[in-house]
């Protein structure tokens, strides 16, 4: 990812604003819409909506993760931090979800694939789980403002995305028909489900109990829950989101029950 020929002052300029540039650029694009070019992105989401669909309300979260990107992207664009070791360490890696966000809205809100889309989640979830695991590895190495301006947007929209992923594959396995409609998509939504707190529960530990990252996933699985409760009811649906967010909860608190005992220890 780093140009090799260029010396380090250029590649932390370039960082920099690769992240500065998309953070914003990310955002901006889903306004296209508004002026008339392509179709929303939420107006394209509710099309084949799977039992596993959150809520529609549950999508206003993105405008917090957009929000603390945006203050991420300033933040690590400041001239005090060019040679900061931890944007060293990460920012080539958010530079790339950057992108591959602004590219999902592109491809999305002009009618691309929907495996297309799947691909660039993957892109995303990969650059995001990169920096996140550095970030997470040792949190001491954190200031008090990093811990919001940096780790906290990391963490909030790879625990987005994590989710997210599944959740458009189940929409585009519905569209092709491949999954039809009655309890055979039930079964499907249940599975979804299991891996999507079996993949949660592997990142909670893995980031050492990080707050940020399981937040956005039981806020989707909240969404999940109301949407099969009260918008589509599918009570086996909704109690499976139930179960799982119950899971991811005690597997948060056992993991930072740990995390505690582990620095007592030191």
């Not at 008339?36 to 989401?45: F, K, P, S």
């Not at 966000?101 to 009618?111: D, E, R, S």
């Amino acid at each position: 990812m780093k140009g090799i020929f260029l010396s380090r002052t250029t590649q932390d300029i370039i960082r920099q604003g690769t992240n500065l540039l998309f953070s914003l650029a990310q955002f901006a694009v889903t306004l296209l819409p508004a002026f008339g070019i392509g179709i929303g992105i939420g107006d394209r989401a509710m099309g084949e909506a799977p039992p596993v669909q959150p809520v529609s309300w549950s999508f206003f979260i993105w405008f917090l993760i957009y929000a603390g990107c945006i203050v991420y992207g300033i933040y690590q664009a400041l001239p005090a931090q060019r040679e900061n070791g931890i944007f060293r360490r990460i920012g080539f890696y958010t530079a790339s979800a950057f992108i591959g966000i602004t590219a999902y809205a592109l491809v999305a809100q002009f009618g691309g694939s929907d495996w297309i889309l799947i691909g660039v989640f993957i892109w995303i979830l990969a650059s995001l789980l990169c920096a996140m695991l550095r970030l997470t590895e040792d949190r001491s190495r954190l200031t008090r403002s990093e811990e919001y301006t940096v780790l906290a947007p990391v963490s909030l929209l790879t625990g987005w995305v994590s989710l997210a992923i599944l959740v458009n594959m189940a929409a585009a396995l519905k569209a092709s028909g491949i999954i039809p409609a009655g309890t055979a998509e039930t079964a499907f939504s249940v599975i979804v489900l299991l891996i999507a707190g079996i993949v949660a529960s592997g990142i909670i530990s893995k980031s050492n109990g990080n707050a940020w990252y399981a937040f956005p996933v039981i806020w989707g699985l909240i969404g999940v829950i109301v949407a099969n409760v009260w918008q589509q009811p599918n009570p086996v649906v909704a109690g499976s989101a139930a179960l799982v967010t119950m899971v991811l909860f005690g597997v948060l608190a056992m993991v930072r029950a740990r995390e505690r005992e582990k620095a007592a220890g030191t």
